[in-house]
Nanobody, 122 residues
Framework: QVQLVESGGGLVQAGGSLRLSCAAS????????MGWFRQAPGKEREFVAS???????????DSVKGRFTISRDFRDNAKKTVVLQMNSLKPEDTAVYYC????????????WGQGTQVTVSS
């Protein structure tokens, strides 16, 4: 497993932007997949976006395509940081956002961050 720490949540008006970061440590994971999930009150946790650390291939939920971008931040080699840039935010994007990681042979994400709140006001 790896340790994950999210940051960057907050309150923003509809149409605004937020940038979430997830700093990972604990293992080398060139072949790991890093993902973002979210859970709104009364709803199940849902997939938002993912990226493979080594190759950088990405995947997005239909609800965020064209608005959210997931990327790798290479500025600090000591930390493997994944960024979720969220633009054109909508009230329905309000949720607790979680960073997660899984190894190359794992069927499910097995490392999770503590979550960060994103609130979009109308």
């Amino acid at each position: 497993q790896v340790q994950l720490v999210e940051s960057g949540g907050g309150l923003v008006q509809a149409g605004g932007s937020l940038r979430l970061s997830c700093a990972a440590s604990g293992r080398t994971f060139s072949s790991y997949t890093m993902g973002w999930f979210r859970q709104a009150p009364g709803k199940e946790r849902e997939f938002v976006a993912s990226i493979t650390w080594g190759i950088g291939s990405t995947s997005y939920a239909d609800s965020v395509k064209g608005r959210f971008t997931i990327s790798r931040d290479f500025r600090d080699n000591a930390k493997k940081t994944v960024v979720l840039q969220m633009n054109s935010l909508k009230p329905e994007d309000t949720a607790v956002y979680y960073c997660a990681a899984k190894g190359p042979v794992a069927a499910r994400y097995d490392s999770w961050g503590q979550g960060t709140q994103v609130t979009v006001s109308s």
